[in-house]
Each structure stands twice: as C-alpha cells, then as structure tokens.
C-alpha cells in the first residue's frame, strides 16, 4: 500500500517535471521579477509613478496582489519591451 | 481653421501662465533628461510615447494621464493599453506631430510648438488648437521615450456631456410654470 502510494506521488511529480507546460509561476514572484527587471533597466520611475499610481493611486507597485498585479504587470510590462527592444535594435 | 504647425522657441515656455510647464522643463533640463523620482511627479499631465527612431512617424503611447488636455478638453479615454495612433488620430493630425516627434528624438532637446487642426481623431471632427512641449527621456541603457505636456488650448468651447447633466438638471429646477409671468 505504501509502496504504490509513493509510486504515485513520483509519477505525479515525474510528470510534472517532463511536461511540455511549464508550472505557474505565483504572481507575487512574476511580479517581483517584473520589478526587478524595470529596476536593471532604471524603469522603476515609470512604473511606479505612472503605472502603478495611475492605476492604483499609490507608487508602490511592490504590494500588489492578484488581479491588480496581473493588470499592472500588463502595462508596466509594456514600458520594459519597448526599453528591451530599443536596446536591441541598437545593438 | 487650418491644419497649422508653429514651431516656438523654448523661451516661450517662460512667458507662459503655466507653472506645471516651466517647472517640467526646467526639472527635465536639470536632470539631463534622465528618469527622475522629480519627472515622476508630473505624471497625471503627460503623455508619454515610444522614442524608438523606427516608429517616430506615429510613435506608440505608453501611457496617457488623467489630466492631460486631450483626457480633460478633448475628452479622450486613455485606453488601458498601448495606443497606436493610428486607431484614435487622424493621419491630418498625425503627419502635424510627427514633426515634433522627429525633431525632439533627432536633437534630444525640448521641442515648443503650436498645433492646430481642423479633425483631429477618426472618431468625429475635433477641432484642437493647442500648445505643446517634447521632451525626451532616457533611462540612460539607450532606450528613449518622449514626454508629451500640452497646454494653452484656445479649443471652442463646447460643453461636455457631464455639464450637459449639470445644466440640464439645473435647467428642470429653475423651469418657469408661470405662464403669466415668463422669463
């Protein structure tokens, strides 16, 4: 019984580990990422004052959660593409 | 009127009756045109657009405030996500700024001026006449964006839908029931 109770619990874990679709990442991380990425890019003055208080009338974009950080990593992500593809139409 | 583009001078800008523009240019000119914590404090008043030399002739807007011209007299909606020009402005309109996206992109200084035109967005003729200040901003990796701060609009006044309501209400309030003794 044990046996085949572990033997499950590895498959499933197998599994996930060679699956095609990668594992959601919680948003709390995305969002972090997201922020750290602006800041690598010295972006952190738009989305903070202008995504973030636009949206959410604070500039804090740090303690957003759910769907006000799904809707603000959205915009804020815009203002990083459109930094990351000017830098590498540049060089 | 016409379809009209002034270009000024940027001592224009010190002639102005408009704190929030003398004080964006001159924090913008202080801080080298790099991203400031200061440049964030003007943010409900600006536009701001894609500075990449490859889209200057209808540069994407990023971000539209809540008190800029076109949100308060022109009654646009920034909508919530990145605006091409081309699905809001008429291409009248649009020929008219790319001039001064151009220019403040190529020389990377303040560009002044003064737009006029007779249909300004495809929804419907909107007449705009109004100021504007370009300034470009950097976050110093080689990406540019442009800060777009308008003022000074000399826009036929017509009374927008909510002070239609206003009026309409204030109307129904002082509406005269006497016939013997009409306004």
């Known amino acids: 019984m044990r046996d085949d109770e572990d033997r499950e619990r590895i498959l499933a874990i197998a599994e996930e580990i060679y699956s095609d679709v990668p594992a959601e990442c919680p948003p709390e991380i995305q969002l972090a990422e997201l922020l750290e990425n602006c800041a690598e890019y010295n972006l952190s003055v738009f989305v903070s004052y202008f995504v973030c208080d636009g949206l959410f009338g604070h500039s804090q974009p740090s303690v957003l959660t759910g769907d006000d950080a799904a809707l603000f990593m959205k915009r804020a992500d815009f203002f990083l593409q459109t930094a990351i593809k000017q830098r590498e139409s540049f060089s | ?183």
């Not at chain 2, 404090?41 to 800029?68: H, W």
């Not at chain 2, 949100?71 to 020009?85: C, L």
């Not at chain 2, 007449?127 to 990406?143: E, F, H, M, S």
């Not at chain 2, 003022?151 to 129904?172: D, I, T």
Request: include cysteine; aromatic fraction near 10%; charge should be negative.
């Open chain 2, 1 to 183: 009127m016409t379809d009209n583009l002034e270009r000024l001078d940027l001592t224009y800008i010190e002639t102005v009756d408009d704190p929030i523009a003398k004080h964006l240019v001159s924090s913008c000119i202080r801080n080298n045109f790099q991203l400031s914590e200061e440049f964030g404090t003007f943010a409900e008043n600006l536009v701001i657009l894609d500075g990449s030399p490859i889209t200057l002739a209808s540069p994407k807007i990023l971000f539209g405030g809540r008190n800029t011209l076109a949100s308060t007299e022109f009654e646009i909606n920034w909508p919530k996500e990145v605006v091409t020009p081309s699905t809001l402005f008429s291409s009248n309109y649009r020929e008219l700024a790319a001039h001064g996206y151009r220019d403040c992109m190529t020389s990377k200084e303040v560009v002044v001026e003064h737009i006029e035109c007779e249909n300004s967005t495809l929804a419907g003729q909107l007449p705009v006449n109004y100021k504007r200040v370009l300034i470009p901003q950097t976050n110093g990796l080689g990406a540019w964006f442009i800060a777009c701060y308008a003022f000074g609009s000399s826009r036929a006044r017509y009374p927008m839908a909510s002070e239609l309501s206003v009026r309409f209400q204030s109307a129904r309030i002082l509406e005269n029931t006497n016939l013997h003794t009409p306004y």
